[in-house]
């Protein structure tokens, strides 16, 4: 196990009574709010009234985002973070899906900032800080809920980047309603499932050693994401699966399961190239790629994947080649079971895509630790995906 | 599941290189520091000089306490809240196992409150507030180092109290390097491993259903509990097998594992009982009853005794009942495999203390979720444990 630093300050209100938490949180912050909310859903649902109604009840002055879009676009967190400075917003609460809260993520971080949020995104400045940060998640997905990262996309240069901090981008607080993610559709609850799953895997297949609980740990959020995506494909308004569900998510990427570990983030950046050439939802392309960068590795460390596949999907196959290739079979078998996507035209990717997607993927160099990627290896995988 | 709140405020330095952070953290408080500390094996092992340097390298005022006992006194909480007051102490920082830092956490608290510290471990008085918490930890059990609890005993009147609290007792950072276990005797490290799961069971044992990632969380910290404590019987200079204990100590209790479940804290409550007649080491007599309390309760509930066997013990009979007896009966050869008492006798307790430690362990009512235990429930499971 290596050396590690840890701590979480978000607060998570979980349960179907959690959005009567929000006025005890919304007291601890001054009267100035940024709502930033998605697409239509939460109107459809109230879920939107009754946030706005806390709001006003707290005697909150409210500005708004709102239309946020998958794949969050840098301009529209620069109208954020405009109203920020502007205003200056005591709270940016995030109300939707991954995308409305990795939106407020970066207002929050460019309203401390002087120059463009974009910076922060490239790495040319440190985010050093944000303003306090609420968010109330209606998608089990992307654990933006209890970690510190934002991933924002600029279609101008093609490019979708993530900003992961220790701690400055961590939510005050989360409300974590799982009958708020009753209605998402059979689509986005697989995408959903499957991005949960391969935060897992990035971080489970690693070279380091002695990491028993962790790895244990994150073995029991697969054997329960597989459990509960089946009943969710079954059953979509199973409150119970959706409240597990939710919980993995939260678990998968709150940075606990790759503690002592160097996790391995391979597939998570040929997926942003692939999501900014294609405009995919971020779990429909892991779906299609990370069997794919497992089968590329598999032969280089099969161990790691033979646990995998004895421990999560009860693969009885002693080799361990042979069994961790079962294992790969039986996860892309399972995306597919589920409804996700598993190749890369489901996705509306093109040969004549691959290239370009590859060479973008090593702007900064090698990618991924199992086994470092360069060009050749991923438009290979790329290749294999189609 | 059930609703739950779920916040640690606490920052985790981990690793052979963890006290290194402790300037840096040293820097956040004001001048004046007291010390906690217990036995002589820190200032044997050098520990002691090296923070005592740090501290006056930080040129902080530092005052402290020293001797804590195992079972840490009231009167010894009492002698550091006067300090604290006096001095206005502005960090409380305890150095040692969890006898040292409970003690700590109850002279932060009690530095805060205008009446007898003894108080709030009585719940006479809410704890609302305590001074900031620093921790450097030497045995991993108690898992106080990430949660809000303080354990103390009043001999005066044969009570070991928990003062449980939300938030207030977390300690602003805990200082972890799995180096300062190695020189633990065999002894108190078997102690210890029995602690921190027999936590693991008191939140496992739940009657609340649609858990699962809660409960694998906990079969994964029993599952390396059980590999690792069997190599530190073999080898106690382990540092690997030290470090995986020293985590699953920390994950055991800093409630991650109890969310949304009632847990069953009745073979803690009885343990105090055991430990106030006694003053046998808690995880002692933890070993003993822990088994006794699961075969009592194990027919009016066999199913999850039954999944325990099955997954952390790899029992194959099908019949719940029988698995279950099974995964106990193996709890308990274990416990005396890794070197820790299974028998009243062996901690020093007397038949004829059977009928006090009974009544007292329900002087506030039934104890427990799992199965509520009354007084003659209690006495049968210390008869059976003679």
């Not at 985010?127 to 996309?153: D, F, H, R």
């Not at 990618?367 to 290749?383: H, M, R, S, T, V």
Request: hydrophobic residues 40%; glycine residues 10%; contains cysteine.
């Amino acid at each position: 196990m290596l050396d590690f630093d840890y701590q979480r300050r978000t607060r998570i209100h979980f349960g179907k009574d959690a959005l009567s938490k929000l006025p005890g949180e919304l007291a601890s912050f001054g009267p100035t709010v940024l709502l930033v909310t998605g697409g239509s859903s939460v109107k459809k649902s109230g879920l939107y009234d009754r946030v706005k109604s806390a709001l006003a009840k707290a005697g909150k002055k409210v500005f708004e985002v709102t239309g946020v879009k998958p794949n969050p676009r840098v301009e529209c967190v620069r109208e954020g973070v405009a109203i920020c400075k502007k205003e200056k917003v005591d709270l940016v609460l995030g109300l939707g899906g991954g995308s409305a809260i990795d939106a407020a993520k970066g207002m929050a971080a460019g309203a401390l900032y002087a120059g463009d949020v974009w910076d922060l995104y490239q790495y040319k400045a440190p985010c050093k800080e944000a303003l306090p940060i609420g968010c109330i998640l209606t998608l089990a997905a992307t654990g933006t809920e209890m970690n510190g990262n934002s991933v924002v996309s600029n279609l101008a240069t093609g490019e979708k980047l993530g900003l992961v901090t220790p701690s400055v981008l961590h939510p005050a607080f989360s409300i974590l309603d799982p009958s708020n993610t009753l209605s998402v559709p059979p689509d986005h609850t697989a995408y959903g499932c499957v991005d949960i799953m391969v935060h897992v895997f990035e971080q489970y297949f690693s070279r380091v050693e002695e990491t028993p609980l962790q790895d244990r740990m994150a073995e029991s959020v697969l054997q329960t994401m597989v459990e509960n995506a089946r009943r969710l494909k079954a059953n979509p308004k199973d409150y119970d699966a959706r409240a597990n569900v939710m919980w993995c998510g939260t678990i998968a990427l709150n940075d606990l399961l790759g503690l002592g570990k160097s996790g391995d983030w391979a597939t998570h950046g040929v997926e942003h190239e692939l999501s900014a050439a294609t405009d995919c939802a971020h779990g429909a392309g892991l779906a299609v790629l990370s069997p794919q960068w497992m089968s590329h590795v598999v032969a280089g460390g099969p161990g790691k994947f033979a646990q995998f596949a004895h421990r999560v999907w009860g693969v009885e196959e002693k080799d361990p080649l042979k069994a961790g290739r079962e294992g790969i079979a039986r996860t892309k078998a399972f995306f597919k079971e589920i409804g996700a996507p598993i190749t890369l035209g489901e996705v509306g990717a093109k040969k004549e895509q691959i290239a370009d997607m590859a060479k973008k993927s090593v702007r900064n160099g090698k990618i991924g630790n199992y086994q470092p990627l360069g060009e050749k290896d991923i438009a290979e995988i790329l290749q294999a995906s189609l």
